[in-house]
T-cell receptor
């Protein structure tokens, strides 16, 4: 049972445009959500997070939106840059899973110059 | 800062062989984790250690054992490797709840 799902395996955007990566979750006990970025042959690195008491968190070009009623979060990257090309994982924790992150399958983002 | 160090980076095993993946962190984090990454499956938790002296099973523990040797080190052992254990293995550490993880660079394991 996949509790965190990223239904788009890949996304391709033009440099300068907006990239929107989506993530859905099923466990209503999750109350903290994170996005990680992964380059080939490297470990994932933390990008941005959001608590369930907020619906938006912004850090430079990256904004995460949380819709608790829909159990959906999204990561917006504006403007997209070629260096943003990587695999993006969303992750969640909370309830009995506290302290452990449950990850989605990942979305491969390609930003074309 | 070294962060989280994993060894080895690459390994090829024959079916039935055993090996230990090593992980060490220098950030004084309490919690440590082992994940495996497979295509289309994302990162799945194998075992974790919430604090020194404790270990617990994650989502996919079968075929693995772990040891939290001290606060810095958390090793993952495959007693009898199987082709299904071909994967990229990541170790991570965290200060505790509601904090993100710091990951190592991974071990790419192939079992033939």
């Amino acid at each position: 049972d996949q509790q965190v799902k990223q239904n788009s395996p890949s996304l391709s955007v033009q440099e300068g445009r907006i990239s929107i990566l989506n993530c859905d979750y099923t466990n209503s006990m999750f109350d903290y959500f994170l996005w990680y970025k992964k380059y080939p042959a490297e470990g994932p690195t933390f990008l941005i997070s959001i608590s369930s008491i907020k619906d938006k968190n912004e850090d430079g070009r990256f904004t995460v939106f949380l819709n608790k009623s829909a159990k959906h979060l999204s990561l917006h990257i504006v403007p997209s840059q070629p260096g943003d090309s990587a695999v993006y994982f969303c992750a969640a924790t909370g309830g009995t899973s506290y302290g452990k992150l449950t990850f989605g399958q990942g979305t491969i983002l390609t930003v074309h110059p | 800062n070294a962060g989280v160090t994993q060894t080895p980076k690459f390994q090829v095993l024959k079916t039935g062989q055993s090996m230990t993946l090593q992980c060490a962190q220098d950030m004084n984090h309490n919690s440590m984790y082992w994940y495996r990454q497979d295509p289309g499956m994302g990162l799945r938790l194998i075992y974790y250690s919430a604090s020194e002296g404790t270990t617990d099973k994650g989502e996919v523990p079968n075929g693995y054992n772990v040891s939290r040797l001290n606060k810095r080190e958390f090793s993952l052992r495959l007693e009898s490797a199987a082709p299904s254990q071909t994967s990229v293995y990541f170790c991570a550490s965290s200060p505790g709840q509601r904090y993100g993880y710091t990951f190592g660079s991974g071990t790419r394991l192939t079992v033939v």
